[in-house]
């Protein structure tokens, strides 16, 4: 499985902004996905994931209720609405899959991963 990330830009505090992930693989749909994010200086962090059957979701507490995990089995796509966006948002987000549905906050276990786009919220 191989990810792209996309839609990064320079938003301002407040604003809203998609980013979207394509995947190019068989079977991606059978894939746990999920978002991370690397701010300058920090090591990366868990943001949101979605099981495979797209049942459940994940979110860190940072970004409940402003971000959305979903996802377009027939395109081969995971999606992740941010709205509200705060300065501390800031960082290159990235989007990773994995076989299996448990532990959706442990990157350590993601198997596959985009290259990264960058989110600049200005205050």
């Known amino acids: 499985v191989q990810l792209q990330a996309s839609g990064g830009g320079l938003v301002q505090a407040g604003d809203s902004l998609r980013l979207s992930c394509a995947a190019s693989g068989r079977n991606f749909k059978n894939y746990a996905k999920g978002w991370f994010r690397q701010a300058a200086g920090k090591e990366r962090e868990f943001v949101a994931a979605e099981a495979w059957s797209g049942g459940r979701t994940n979110y860190a507490d940072s970004v409940k209720g402003r971000f959305t995990i979903s996802r377009d089995n027939a395109k081969d796509m995971v999606y992740l609405q941010m709205n509200s966006l705060k300065p501390e948002d800031t960082a290159v987000y990235y989007c990773?899959?994995?076989?299996?549905?448990?532990?959706?906050?442990?990157?350590?276990?993601?198997?596959?991963w985009g290259q990264g786009t960058l989110v600049t919220v200005s205050s």
């Open positions: 990773a899959a994995k076989s299996s549905s448990l532990r959706l906050g442990l990157q350590d276990e993601y198997n596959y």
